[in-house]
Nanobody, 117 residues
Framework: QVRLVESGGGSVEAGGSLRLSCVAPVYTFKNLCLGWFRQPPGKQREWVSSINIDGSTTYTGSVEGRFTIAKDNAKNTVYLQMNSLKPEDTAMYYC???????????WGQGTQVTVSS
C-alpha cells in the first residue's frame, strides 16, 4: 500500500491562491506518474493535472494557465500551485500516483479546497 499525504487545502475568496502539497514514498515519487484529481460537491471525480517521471506536465483545460504542478525531488513532494481560484474550483482534491498518468492506482485521503465568490 502506498501512502500519499496531502496538505494545504483551505478556504479562500475568488481570485486567491492556494498551494497543495503531497508527500509520497521515495519509490513512488521516483518511479510513478504523480498528479491531482478533484471531486466537486455532488459531482464525479475529475482529473486536474499530472507530472510524469520525466517532468512533463499536463493540465485539464479549465485550470490551464492558472494551476502549476511541480515536484521537489529533495522532499519527495509534489505541489499544485493554484492561482486565480474560482468558485467552480471548490472540491476535494486528491493526490494520485500510477504507472499510467490517466489511470491512477494510489490515492491520498484528500484535502478540501473551498473558493467563495
Amino acid at each position: 500500500q502506498v501512502r500519499l499525504v496531502e496538505s494545504g487545502g483551505g478556504s479562500v475568496e475568488a481570485g486567491g491562491s492556494l498551494r497543495l502539497s503531497c508527500v509520497a514514498p521515495v519509490y513512488t515519487f521516483k518511479n510513478l506518474c504523480l498528479g491531482w484529481f478533484r471531486q466537486p460537491p455532488g459531482k464525479q471525480r475529475e482529473w486536474v493535472s499530472s507530472i510524469n517521471i520525466d517532468g512533463s506536465t499536463t493540465y485539464t483545460g479549465s485550470v490551464e494557465g492558472r494551476f502549476t504542478i511541480a515536484k521537489d525531488n529533495a522532499k519527495n513532494t509534489v505541489y499544485l500551485q493554484m492561482n486565480s481560484l474560482k468558485p467552480e474550483d471548490t472540491a476535494m482534491y486528491y493526490c494520485v500516483a500510477s504507472s499510467i498518468c490517466s489511470s491512477p492506482t494510489f490515492w491520498g485521503q484528500g484535502t478540501q479546497v473551498t473558493v467563495s465568490s
